[in-house]
């Protein structure tokens, strides 16, 4: 990693993680009474736990804001849940004040095409390794792991490791 890219992750102090493809394999399955359910990965779990006691902010942003991934945000009690209808054009830079970090302060972990206007907001831009080609080509950091398999604890071991270089 170059020198470029541990000053980017030693200055993050807000994590947006897009959610089916990045926290999830992307599956979308329904069980009988039709309630949309996603698989979470375990170890992102942990490392969503680590970087909130470091101090750092995270936020899911999707498309689809189901039961499920508010219950995982409960859980992990992150910061929040946010919907990506809610931010047409720059709004979502827009957002960063709110939180009060800037645009350089903030890393976005993606998958698909409808990710890459939020990338291209931010700071540090990832893609998981399963990650759409135009998201790939976009990206600062493609990780090793693909979506729903551990990309998210990848990238916070990453930062939090920048972090305790400081």
């Given at each position: 990693?170059?020198d470029?890219?541990?000053v980017?992750?030693k ?8 959610v ?5 394999d992307?599956r ?14 375990a ?26 991934v508010?219950?995982?945000a ?15 054009g720059?709004?979502?830079a827009?957002?960063?004040?709110t939180?009060g970090?800037?645009a ?14 939020f990338m ?15 998201v ?8 090793n792991?693909?979506g ?5 604890a ?12 400081d």
């Amino acid at each position: 990693m170059n020198d470029n890219l541990k000053v980017k992750l030693k200055n993050i102090k807000a994590l947006f993680f897009d959610v089916d493809g990045t926290l999830t394999d992307g599956r979308i399955i329904y069980d009988a009474a039709g309630n949309e359910l996603k698989s979470f990965f375990a170890r992102d779990g942990s490392r969503i736990t680590l970087a909130l006691k470091a101090g750092l902010s995270i936020y899911f942003i999707t498309s689809r804001v189901s039961e499920s991934v508010k219950r995982r945000a409960e859980d992990r009690k992150i910061n929040g849940v946010l919907s990506k209808n809610d931010f047409p054009g720059a709004s979502f830079a827009d957002f960063f004040n709110t939180i009060g970090v800037t645009a350089e302060e903030v890393l976005y972990l993606g998958d698909d095409i409808n990710d890459i206007p939020f990338m291209q907001c931010v700071g540090l831009k990832v893609a998981v390794a399963d990650a759409a080609a135009e998201v790939i080509a976009c990206a600062d950091i493609i990780t090793n792991a693909p979506g729903g398999y551990g990309a998210v604890a990848e990238i916070i071991e990453c930062v939090l490791q920048a972090h305790k270089n400081d």
